[in-house]
């Protein structure tokens, strides 16, 4: 079920947003959590990301008539805070002053149910 390698994952998802944020979203990959520790992980998945995206680039540069060539970079970030980052980015969202306000309670999961979670005030987006 899960077996699409996760550089293409990466790539499908970068793939599939506007024209316009691919670059910049190719150039600043940033690993989060404790399985991302591995030994060389950084490395790999940025060899393998690099590998697929300038395939891909090479097959549109021979479409382009003007013989221009087509490059990106790919650079994925690793830092000595990776494995705890998640928790601090949740550690940041649940000191702000608005998620008091639109969290939801233990009650209003018991009223709505598990669909409640689908509904996201604080993002301001449904799931």
Request: contains cysteine; hydrophobic residues 30%; charged residues 25%.
């Amino acid at each position: 079920q899960w077996t699409t390698p996760l550089h293409e994952v990466i790539d499908e998802v970068i793939w599939s947003c506007p024209i316009d944020t691919r670059r910049p979203l190719y150039k600043n990959i940033v690993l989060s959590g404790g399985t991302t520790m591995f030994q060389h992980f950084d490395r790999r998945l940025q060899k393998d990301l690099t590998k697929l995206v300038n395939a891909r680039a090479k097959e549109h540069s021979k479409q382009l008539k003007d013989g221009r060539e087509i490059k990106y970079e790919c650079n994925v970030v690793s830092h000595e805070r990776q494995r705890y980052a998640v928790w601090y980015g949740g550690s940041v969202v649940g000191s702000s002053p608005e998620y008091a306000i639109k969290a939801h309670t233990k009650a209003q999961y018991e009223e709505y149910g598990p669909s409640i979670c689908r509904q996201n005030a604080m993002f301001h987006s449904v799931f």
